[in-house]
Protein backbone atom coordinates (compact mmCIF):
# COMPACT_ATOMS: atom_id res chain seq x y z
CA UNK A 1 0.00 0.00 0.00
CA UNK A 2 1.69 3.50 -1.10
CA UNK A 3 1.80 5.85 1.68
CA UNK A 4 1.57 9.19 -0.49
CA UNK A 5 -2.36 8.09 -1.81
CA UNK A 6 -4.73 10.52 -2.33
CA UNK A 7 -6.87 11.35 0.91
CA UNK A 8 -10.53 10.71 0.37
CA UNK A 9 -11.10 13.78 2.77
CA UNK A 10 -9.96 16.70 -0.14
CA UNK A 11 -12.30 15.22 -2.67
CA UNK A 12 -13.36 19.16 -2.81
CA UNK A 13 -9.80 19.86 -4.58
CA UNK A 14 -10.99 17.79 -7.14
CA UNK A 15 -13.86 19.35 -7.68
CA UNK A 16 -12.50 22.85 -8.21
CA UNK A 17 -13.74 25.05 -11.19
CA UNK A 18 -9.59 26.24 -11.48
CA UNK A 19 -9.29 22.90 -12.16
CA UNK A 20 -12.17 22.40 -14.85
CA UNK A 21 -11.13 25.42 -16.56
CA UNK A 22 -6.89 24.07 -16.75
CA UNK A 23 -7.71 20.77 -17.60
CA UNK A 24 -11.14 20.60 -19.24
CA UNK A 25 -11.81 16.34 -19.07
CA UNK A 26 -13.93 16.36 -22.41
CA UNK A 27 -11.51 18.14 -24.31
CA UNK A 28 -8.63 15.81 -22.99
CA UNK A 29 -10.83 12.95 -23.65
CA UNK A 30 -11.95 14.07 -27.52
CA UNK A 31 -7.71 14.89 -27.74
CA UNK A 32 -7.38 11.21 -26.53
CA UNK A 33 -10.30 10.05 -29.35
CA UNK A 34 -12.86 8.70 -27.26
CA UNK A 35 -16.08 8.23 -29.50
CA UNK A 36 -19.33 6.10 -29.16
CA UNK A 37 -19.08 2.36 -28.53
CA UNK A 38 -15.88 3.09 -27.17
CA UNK A 39 -14.53 1.31 -23.86
CA UNK A 40 -12.39 3.39 -21.49
CA UNK A 41 -10.36 2.55 -18.19
CA UNK A 42 -9.93 5.61 -15.87
CA UNK A 43 -7.10 4.83 -13.32
CA UNK A 44 -8.01 6.20 -10.05
CA UNK A 45 -11.33 7.39 -10.95
CA UNK A 46 -12.03 9.43 -7.76
CA UNK A 47 -14.84 11.57 -8.02
CA UNK A 48 -15.63 10.95 -11.53
CA UNK A 49 -13.65 13.75 -12.84
CA UNK A 50 -12.87 11.67 -16.44
CA UNK A 51 -15.26 8.93 -15.94
CA UNK A 52 -18.42 10.70 -15.85
CA UNK A 53 -17.57 12.98 -19.25
CA UNK A 54 -16.38 9.82 -20.67
CA UNK A 55 -19.71 7.90 -19.79
CA UNK A 56 -21.16 10.79 -21.36
CA UNK A 57 -19.12 10.35 -24.44
CA UNK A 58 -19.28 7.03 -25.05
CA UNK A 59 -22.10 4.51 -24.95
CA UNK A 60 -20.00 1.51 -23.89
CA UNK A 61 -18.31 0.96 -20.48
CA UNK A 62 -16.53 3.05 -18.83
CA UNK A 63 -14.15 1.22 -16.06
CA UNK A 64 -13.84 3.81 -12.91
CA UNK A 65 -10.76 2.12 -10.98
CA UNK A 66 -9.98 2.87 -7.77
CA UNK A 67 -8.62 1.43 -4.40
CA UNK A 68 -10.40 4.26 -2.44
CA UNK A 69 -13.78 2.63 -1.81
CA UNK A 70 -15.42 6.14 -0.33
CA UNK A 71 -13.87 7.21 -3.56
CA UNK A 72 -16.45 5.33 -5.47
CA UNK A 73 -19.22 6.00 -2.72
CA UNK A 74 -19.28 9.74 -4.22
CA UNK A 75 -18.87 8.54 -7.70
CA UNK A 76 -21.64 6.49 -7.77
CA UNK A 77 -23.93 9.15 -6.11
CA UNK A 78 -22.88 11.46 -8.77
CA UNK A 79 -24.03 8.39 -11.32
CA UNK A 80 -27.57 7.83 -9.88
CA UNK A 81 -27.71 11.77 -10.03
CA UNK A 82 -27.17 11.89 -13.79
CA UNK A 83 -28.77 8.23 -14.75
CA UNK A 84 -25.47 7.13 -15.84
CA UNK A 85 -25.71 3.55 -15.94
CA UNK A 86 -22.76 2.73 -18.59
CA UNK A 87 -20.10 3.55 -15.48
CA UNK A 88 -18.99 -0.04 -13.81
CA UNK A 89 -17.44 1.11 -10.20
CA UNK A 90 -13.92 -0.67 -9.82
CA UNK A 91 -12.26 -1.32 -6.69
CA UNK A 92 -8.03 -2.06 -7.46
CA UNK A 93 -4.81 -1.32 -7.85
CA UNK A 94 -3.24 0.28 -10.79
CA UNK A 95 -0.69 -2.60 -10.43
CA UNK A 96 -3.08 -5.28 -10.35
CA UNK A 97 -5.78 -4.32 -12.94
CA UNK A 98 -9.09 -6.81 -12.58
CA UNK A 99 -10.04 -6.47 -16.46
CA UNK A 100 -8.89 -9.32 -19.04
CA UNK A 101 -6.28 -8.66 -21.40
CA UNK A 102 -6.90 -5.94 -24.63
CA UNK A 103 -10.27 -4.72 -22.82
CA UNK A 104 -10.20 -1.25 -23.37
CA UNK A 105 -9.83 1.22 -26.08
CA UNK A 106 -8.53 4.07 -24.01
CA UNK A 107 -7.25 4.61 -20.49
CA UNK A 108 -6.95 7.52 -18.69
CA UNK A 109 -4.23 8.07 -15.84
CA UNK A 110 -4.83 11.46 -14.55
CA UNK A 111 -2.16 12.30 -11.53
CA UNK A 112 -2.36 8.69 -10.17
CA UNK A 113 1.03 7.19 -11.56
CA UNK A 114 3.02 8.73 -8.92
CA UNK A 115 1.23 7.07 -6.40
CA UNK A 116 1.61 3.30 -7.43
CA UNK A 117 4.35 0.97 -5.86
CA UNK A 118 5.72 0.12 -9.29
CA UNK A 119 5.75 2.43 -12.31
CA UNK A 120 7.06 -0.30 -14.11
CA UNK A 121 3.88 -2.69 -13.11
CA UNK A 122 1.71 0.01 -13.06
CA UNK A 123 2.52 0.60 -17.15
CA UNK A 124 2.98 -2.96 -17.58
CA UNK A 125 -0.34 -3.57 -16.16
CA UNK A 126 -1.76 -0.36 -18.41
CA UNK A 127 -0.26 -2.08 -21.71
CA UNK A 128 -1.62 -5.36 -20.62
CA UNK A 129 -5.88 -3.98 -20.72
CA UNK A 130 -4.93 -2.05 -23.72
CA UNK A 131 -6.21 -3.04 -27.20
CA UNK A 132 -3.39 -2.78 -29.96
CA UNK A 133 -3.59 0.63 -31.18
CA UNK A 134 -5.47 1.65 -27.67
CA UNK A 135 -4.28 4.68 -26.35
CA UNK A 136 -3.58 6.14 -22.87
CA UNK A 137 -3.83 10.10 -21.42
CA UNK A 138 -1.21 10.32 -18.53
CA UNK A 139 -1.35 13.73 -16.42
CA UNK A 140 1.32 13.95 -14.06
CA UNK A 141 2.86 16.63 -11.63
CA UNK A 142 5.91 18.48 -12.91
CA UNK A 143 8.94 17.07 -10.52
CA UNK A 144 9.62 20.55 -8.76
CA UNK A 145 8.15 22.18 -5.88
CA UNK A 146 4.40 23.75 -5.54
CA UNK A 147 1.92 24.58 -3.39
CA UNK A 148 -0.42 21.95 -4.73
CA UNK A 149 0.11 18.21 -5.14
CA UNK A 150 2.59 15.38 -3.76
CA UNK A 151 5.79 16.09 -2.29
CA UNK A 152 8.67 16.24 -4.66
CA UNK A 153 9.88 12.82 -3.71
CA UNK A 154 6.91 11.16 -4.88
CA UNK A 155 6.77 13.10 -8.58
CA UNK A 156 7.74 11.65 -11.61
CA UNK A 157 10.10 13.54 -13.71
CA UNK A 158 9.25 13.99 -17.10
CA UNK A 159 12.38 12.25 -18.96
CA UNK A 160 11.67 9.47 -16.34
CA UNK A 161 7.98 9.03 -17.33
CA UNK A 162 8.95 9.19 -21.05
CA UNK A 163 11.73 6.93 -20.49
CA UNK A 164 9.97 4.12 -18.70
CA UNK A 165 6.90 4.48 -21.50
CA UNK A 166 9.13 3.92 -23.94
CA UNK A 167 10.65 0.70 -22.29
CA UNK A 168 7.44 -0.79 -21.88
CA UNK A 169 7.09 -0.84 -25.64
CA UNK A 170 4.67 1.66 -26.53
CA UNK A 171 5.00 3.89 -29.65
CA UNK A 172 3.57 7.64 -30.94
CA UNK A 173 4.96 9.25 -27.04
CA UNK A 174 4.10 12.61 -27.24
CA UNK A 175 4.84 14.82 -24.09
CA UNK A 176 3.83 18.12 -23.36
CA UNK A 177 3.26 20.94 -20.74
CA UNK A 178 -0.20 22.09 -20.44
CA UNK A 179 0.55 23.91 -17.32
CA UNK A 180 2.98 25.26 -15.16
CA UNK A 181 2.78 22.47 -12.36
CA UNK A 182 1.24 19.44 -14.96
CA UNK A 183 2.75 17.59 -17.90
CA UNK A 184 0.94 15.92 -20.04
CA UNK A 185 1.79 12.21 -22.13
CA UNK A 186 -0.11 10.94 -24.87
CA UNK A 187 1.14 7.31 -25.86
CA UNK A 188 -0.10 4.23 -27.84
CA UNK A 189 -0.07 0.14 -27.43
Request: glycine share 6%; aromatic share 6%; net charge negative.
Given at each position: ????RFS???????????R???????????????????????L??G?????????E?????????????????????????K??????????????????D?????V??S?????V?????G??????V?????????L?W?????K??????H??H?E???????????????L??P????YQV????
Open positions: MSAHPSKVHKLESPEYKRFPPKDLLTTLGVKYGDKVLDGASGYFAIPAALTKNTVYALDIEVKMLDVLKEKMNTQLTNIELVTGRVEQIPLEESVDYVAMILHEDSLHELKEIHRLKKGGRCLCEIKRESQGPPIERIHDMREAIEKRGYHNVESFSGSVLFEK
